[in-house]
């Protein structure tokens, strides 16, 4: 079964002021801590409901990639980005398992309802993995395998359960369960 994506021409859904209830991001960035002069990679960082956050949260000492598969995506982050004069944000559009970022760069890999979307989920974990410090920290958040009014539809949800494995067999720990909405479930995981 294909994966289940979400199209750019749906953008206004991710900074409507219903998902700010649902999928608060402030009790997410108080899961991570401080983030101060850390180098962080969004993954699916659409028009930027968290990247802008989380760029802000690193500071000018820290850097964030803002990664996505759509160049309409991206292109509307570009203008939050300007409008928020934030310096520490670059853009990168990438393939869905291939992205072009160096190995060992960042401190933290920010995965938020899109780990659903992986059309391969091994080849994009083994991605996120080339990414990733050896120290590094991975945080999932994506939709409980429950139905609702919204999100993708229930045969497209990946199981809490699932990803824990994958990330366990991948060799990383799952360091804290979260709830970050009523609808999401969040996984944060570092090395063993």
Known sequence: M??????????????????RKSLPW????????????????????????FALPLARAAGPGGRLYAV?????MLDLLKLEIADSKLANVQLVLSSESSIPLLDDCCDLIFA?????????????????????RRDARHLVIDWNRRSGESGPPLEHRVAEETVIAEYTG???????RFEPGADFYGLLFGAQ
């Open 68 to 72: 996505d598969t759509s160049q309409e």
């Open 26 to 49: 402030e009790g997410v960035l108080e899961i991570l801590g401080p983030l101060d002069g850390q180098v962080i990679v969004d993954i699916g960082c659409g028009p930027g409901y």
């Open 170 to 176: 991948a060799g990383l720990s799952l360091v804290k």
């Open 112 to 132: 938020a309802a899109v780990y659903h979307e992986f059309e391969d989920r091994p080849a994009m974990l083994a991605e996120m993995l080339r990414l990733a």
């Open 2 to 19: 294909a994966a289940f994506k979400f199209h750019h021409s749906q953008h206004h859904k991710l900074s409507a002021p219903e998902r």
